[in-house]
């Protein structure tokens, strides 16, 4: 979170620098002063990262409820695919939750992360649950080396209402 206050605060400043310079270029005879220019930026600026905190922990709040949480289904191998699958189990208020999995290569040497989100080992399968299931999003977590999968899932998806 304090990054994000940190990044608004930034952007909040150049777009104020900005547009003081295009005001004192438009109009050469207008005289603002400084200290209202400041006054401004900073009591805006606090109104937008006070607003901001305020409703990403409001979506935090009902995240961790269960509420307005999409599901999805990942499609991966390798470490990628693991650090995505335990990030996003991991972290509550992502706005995820993992509905079911294609783990491509399971024979692995790397640990499969721990997930309640049933676990496939067939495309075919995955999507007849996919599709059962009203799963909104299948995410592709795999090396470019696997295009061969990638065109098969992007096929097997293709005439549903599926973001991929």
Same mark, same amino acid.
């Given at each position: 979170?304090?990054?994000?206050?940190?990044? !608004?605060?930034?952007?909040?400043?150049?777009?104020?620098?900005? %547009?003081?310079?295009?005001?004192?270029? !438009?109009? *050469?005879?207008?005289?603002?002063?400084?200290?209202?220019? !400041? #006054?401004w930026t900073g009591?805006?600026?606090?109104?937008?990262?006070?607003?901001?905190?305020?409703?990403?922990?409001?979506? %935090?709040?009902?995240?961790?409820? %269960?509420?307005?949480?999409?599901?999805?289904?990942?499609?991966?191998?390798?470490?990628?695919?693991?650090?995505?699958?335990?990030?996003?189990?991991?972290?509550?208020?992502? %706005?995820?939750?993992?509905?079911?999995?294609?783990?491509?290569?399971?024979?692995?040497?790397?640990?499969?992360? *721990?997930?309640?989100?049933?676990?496939?080992?067939?495309?075919?399968a995955l999507a007849?649950?996919?599709?059962?299931?009203?799963?909104?999003?299948?995410?592709?977590?795999?090396?470019?080396?696997?295009?061969?999968?990638?065109? *098969?899932?992007?096929?097997?998806?293709? #005439?549903?209402?599926?973001?991929?």
């Open positions: 979170m304090p990054q994000l206050a940190i990044r !608004l605060i930034l952007a909040w400043a150049v777009v104020q620098a900005a %547009g003081s310079v295009l005001i004192l270029g !438009l109009d *050469r005879l207008a005289t603002v002063p400084l200290t209202w220019m !400041l #006054y009591l805006t600026g606090a109104g937008f990262v006070a607003v901001r905190m305020l409703i990403y922990a409001t979506l %935090g709040c009902f995240r961790q409820a %269960g509420l307005d949480v999409r599901p999805v289904a990942v499609v991966g191998c390798g470490d990628h695919y693991h650090r995505i699958v335990s990030d996003i189990e991991a972290n509550a208020t992502s %706005g995820f939750r993992i509905a079911a999995r294609l783990d491509w290569k399971s024979g692995e040497a790397a640990e499969a992360p *721990r997930s309640s989100a049933p676990v496939f080992h067939q495309l075919d007849a649950h996919v599709r059962e299931t009203a799963i909104g999003e299948l995410w592709l977590a795999l090396p470019l080396s696997e295009e061969r999968l990638m065109r *098969r899932c992007v096929e097997t998806v293709s #005439y549903t209402h599926l973001t991929l």
